[in-house]
């Protein structure tokens, strides 16, 4: 038998403490990284200066920084390393990177790297566990043969400005290669098929290359994604495609591709996702081509015939898009129950739509059957789809009533009728879409009264009812719709006297050729942010009201009433047309300050700020009647010094608190905070206004001119904020340095408001060197500058991880916005509204923060929020405007719309390009066209697909 050990209570902790020592010491000595891993890190640490990796004590468990992964959590070594986001430009780091001899990983993307050092490719050749390598989205204009990676199953060199031909990088070595994404370059040749045939995903999008698609693609078995689009690929679909047995998706958006639709992809039993937009595919769809998609997209081709009976049934289906091609024939008895998205626009089919097909679509989200020449009537089943979000039937032949069933639509947002031949009056089942933002039942043969029961949509937008045979009154309580900002009733049949309107309409306000009578209510010229007001072809009498609050309009068309009396006053920017009211004296032109279109001849040296807000998204086919904001000049008051006499009778408003934000010697000893208070008390020194700004250029006693805007505190956006919070809001703009980016140099509280004063811009804006000044036209040099910097301004806003600050958002970005200090250095301005002015506070609601039409991303109407991807599609507008030196919005049409509608094929995007500019050199029409690709990618429908950006720079860069 075993003796029990007797140990003393003492003994007994002390043995276990040494115990205890003894583990920790194995545990650091087996668990630490090596010393050459951790030296190795730390000398990473001080090439890359960043603060979590330099914060004091880190260096003693590198596993713990941001980014690095280690294959234990307790140390152990390093298998993986990301740096991705922390603007890095100088990669000399790279080669020592390559010293963790058990890396796996790295990841370096989104930095604005541009040269891979020889020294990386020798070091990292010989990892033998290097498996992924991520370079996307940097500067690299060129790189190493990477044939030496032999280990290597993923490489992503995708949004660089790589060039050349694609086979000289020696991809055909990678012989573990899975995952090739070299997509968004400047890449050229064919489509590489010399890789190896473990290859699953080939992604090489949004580069040049030309050519046919190989016959040989079909060998590559393992391929699970193919991404081709956006090239200037030729020919057919070549038939072995179909031998892909494991292929997931194939995209070949965008390309010269023509031919038919081969049906042996109808044998791939994987395929879940096929696009083929956006070529010139012509003859019949293939029946079965839907076999086992999920995803199909064909529009914008010259598919012909009718659609396949099988098309639409099969239960996998989420999406399909077939508009803008000439299919003819009825709509498919038979719609799969799955189906979320369904676009059949813009095709010539004909008959009536299937009852019964839709009777049981509850996941049906967009349903678009817009321009095509479909009759009969609206099938009442479509009240059955209570996910509808969207619902466009425009132009058509569509007859009979609104279906009441219509109500059952309560998530419906956006409804489109405009141009049928419906009747019978407005249902009221209508107002129970709690949810409606467009409305748009125009051009129809609709009678009766306008039901006052519409004004319980309380979220409604737009609202266009023109061109119909409406009698009656317009509703009492019409005011009451406090989001609208475009109301449409012209051409209908309606009288009485004009009611009190929605207060922040401001898009139009279309009354014209109805029968109202007796005076124009002065609550009408009360609207601050109306832009077109239409009264013409009435019965209105009496003087016209004083035109002072009218602060956004562009157009006031009076013509055709049994008006009388003097003409009040206008500012220059608004075009009036009083015609056919003999009872209005003659006027002055110099006096009254209106200018008719004849007058736009004259040559001004304009400088115009516009601050526009209060508008929500527009989406597809909607008619607005945008016209021309003439610029204005800037009045500049010669002497700015308030008069003593006036000084002892008004008492002026307080400063409370002013501060400098610059560091500038010179307007330190400038800028004096009492005289720019003084200056803005007195209306007759403001330049212009808008909603939330009074513009002013303000003398200071040095002599030195100032460029001020005061807030206006008619919102209470002032009031109801924190004055803690809006100091630190503009401490921070004040912190931002940029050549292309107007900060403010200071700023003042006083008793009545907040002013910011900036450099005293002796410039103009883009919009008006674009559009006000055409006889002067810009060379493509300059403006390809203007593009490079104003992305440049936007990039630097929204920022990086390694900024410290979260991204700069600019809730109106727009041509009127984009100030020119010379014909190629922009400054993108108003970057203020986003902290200064919180839509959550201000009773403009979301009105305030979508901006100015035709700049609004799509998605605002639903998202209701500014984004990054807003901003994006918005300097995608911008750029279109310097390619095609057309206005954001003519003729009541978009112009991200048009291009989008005329891009599809390539022949025609030479005419979409301003032929004054493009037609100066073949050089200019190359890079041209090379920008339009990237102006399309901005204003993708959908803001995931598009780039940051930081991309868009890159983009553009390449050029």
Wanted: aromatic share 6%; proline share 5%.
């Amino acid at each position: 038998m075993m003796k029990k050990i007797h140990v003393h209570p003492e003994t007994g902790k002390f043995m276990f403490c040494l115990f205890f020592i003894f583990w920790s010491c194995c545990h650091v000595c087996f668990s630490e990284l090596s010393p050459d891993q951790k030296n190795t890190m730390i000398e990473l640490s001080r090439f890359l200066n960043i603060p979590d990796w330099n914060r004091p004590g880190s260096e003693m468990n590198p596993c713990s920084w941001n980014g690095v992964l280690c294959s234990r959590p307790d140390n152990g070594s390093v298998i993986s390393l990301s740096v991705s986001g922390f603007d890095l430009s100088n990669s000399s780091f790279l080669p020592v990177v390559c010293n963790l001899h058990t890396l796996e990983s790295l990841d370096v993307s989104n930095n604005s790297l541009s040269l891979i050092p020889d020294g990386f490719v020798t070091n990292c050749e010989r990892l033998v566990g290097f498996k992924h390598l991520n370079l996307s989205s940097n500067n690299f204009s060129s790189s190493p043969s990477f044939r030496g990676f032999s280990k290597l199953a993923v490489l992503d060199i995708s949004y660089n400005v790589l060039s050349g031909i694609i086979r000289d990088y020696g991809f055909e070595g990678l012989v573990q290669l899975r995952s090739l994404n070299l997509s968004f370059n400047s890449l050229t040749g064919s489509v590489p098929i010399n890789l190896t045939k473990s290859l699953e995903k080939l992604e090489v999008s949004d580069n040049h290359l030309s050519g046919t698609i190989p016959e040989g693609i079909g060998h590559y078995q393992e391929l699970r994604l193919i991404d081709l689009s956006d090239n200037h690929l030729i020919g057919s679909i070549p038939s072995s495609l179909g031998n892909l047995s494991k292929l997931e998706s194939l995209i070949l958006s965008n390309n010269n591709l023509s031919g038919t639709i081969p049906e042996s992809l109808s044998r791939i039993q994987t395929l879940r996702r096929f696009a083929a937009n956006r070529n010139k595919f012509t003859g019949v769809i293939p029946s079965g081509i839907t076999k086992n998609l999920a995803n199909l997209d064909l529009s914008f081709n010259y598919l012909n015939g009718s659609i396949p009976g099988d098309l639409l049934s099969q239960l996998k289906l989420v999406s399909v898009d077939l508009s803008s091609n000439q299919l003819v024939g009825w709509i498919p008895q038979s719609i799969s129950s799955s189906l979320v998205r369904l676009r059949l626009g813009s095709n010539k089919l004909t008959g009536s739509v299937p009852s019964a097909a839709f009777e049981s679509l509850q996941n049906l989200t967009y349903l678009e059957m817009d321009n095509n020449r479909l009759t009969g009537h609206i099938p009442s089943a479509f009240g059955n789809l209570v996910s509808l979000n969207l619902l466009n039937l425009a132009m058509n032949g569509f007859s009979g009533i609104i279906p009441p069933s219509f109500g059952n639509l309560t998530r419906l947002q956006v409804l489109q009728l405009q141009q049928n031949k419906l009747t019978g009056e407005i249902p009221d089942t209508i107002t129970l879409l709690i949810n409606l933002l467009i409305l748009n039942i125009s051009w129809n043969s609709l009678s009766g009264s306008i039901p006052p029961s519409l004004l319980q949509l309380k979220k409604l937008s737009n609202m266009n009812l023109q061109g119909n045979h409406l009698t009656g009154t317009i509703p009492e309580n019409i005011g009451d719709l406090e989001n609208v900002i475009e109301l449409q009733l012209g051409q209908n049949r309606l009288s009485g006297r004009i009611p009190v309107m929605p207060p922040k309409l401001q898009i139009s306000l279309n009354l014209s050729y109805n029968m109202f009578e007796g005076p124009i209510p002065t609550s009408l010229f009360q609207l601050i942010n109306l832009e077109v007001l239409d009264l013409s072809n009435n019965k209105l009498s009496g003087e016209i009201p004083p035109s002072g609050s009218l602060i956004s309009l562009t157009q006031l068309i009076l013509s055709n009433n049994q008006l009388s009396g003097d003409m009040p006053r206008f500012t220059r920017n608004v075009l009036v047309n009083i015609s056919g009211n003999p009872g209005i004296k003659s006027i002055n032109e110099d006096e009254v300050s209106i200018k008719r279109s004849q007058s736009g001849k004259s040559k001004l040296v304009m400088v115009v700020i516009f601050v526009v807000l209060g508008v929500l998204a527009l989406v597809a086919g909607i008619t607005t009647l945008i016209v021309l904001k003439l610029s204005r000049r800037f009045k500049g008051v010669n002497n700015m010094q308030v008069d003593p006499a006036e000084e002892g009778s008004t008492v002026l408003p307080e400063v409370i608190h002013g501060k400098l934000l610059t560091s500038n010697p010179i307007h330190r000893s400038n800028i004096n905070f009492t005289k720019a208070v003084e200056a803005v008390a007195h209306p007759e020194n403001a330049l212009h206004q808008t909603m939330f700004w009074s513009y002013y250029r303000v003398g200071m006693p040095s002599g030195s001119s100032y460029f001020i805007k005061r807030l206006n505190t008619r919102d209470r956006l002032f009031q109801l904020a924190s004055s803690e919070q809006l100091e630190q809001e503009l401490e921070m703009l004040g912190k931002l340095h940029h050549t292309n980016v107007m900060v403010p140099l200071a700023y003042v509280l006083y008793s009545e408001g907040c002013l910011l004063i900036y450099d005293f811009p002796h410039m103009r804006t883009l919009y008006d060197v674009l559009h006000n000044h055409t006889s002067d036209v810009v060379d493509w040099t300059s403006r390809y500058s203007i593009a490079v910097g104003i992305a440049q301004g936007i990039s630097y806003l929204h920022g990086s991880k390694s900024s410290g600050r979260e991204p700069i958002l600019l809730p109106d970005l727009s041509s009127k916005k984009i100030m020119l200090k010379s014909l190629t250095e922009p400054l993108v301005g108003d970057i203020e509204l986003f902290k200064v002015i919180d839509p959550s506070k201000s009773n403009s609601s979301l009105s305030a923060v979508a901006g100015t039409i035709g700049y609004i991303p799509p998605e605002y109407a639903y998202t209701m929020r500014v984004t990054m991807a807003g901003n994006v599609y918005s300097f995608g507008v911008i750029l279109l405007e310097l390619l095609t030196g057309r206005q954001a919005v003519s003729e009541g049409r978009e112009l991200a719309k048009w291009v989008q509608s005329h891009s599809s094929q390539q022949e025609q995007c030479n005419n979409i390009l301003d032929l004054r500019v493009s037609k100066t050199s073949s050089v200019a029409t190359r890079q041209m066209l090379r920008a339009l690709s990237v102006a399309l990618a901005c204003i993708n429908i959908s803001p995931g697909a598009r780039p940051k950006m930081k991309t868009v720079l890159k983009m553009l860069t390449r050029l």
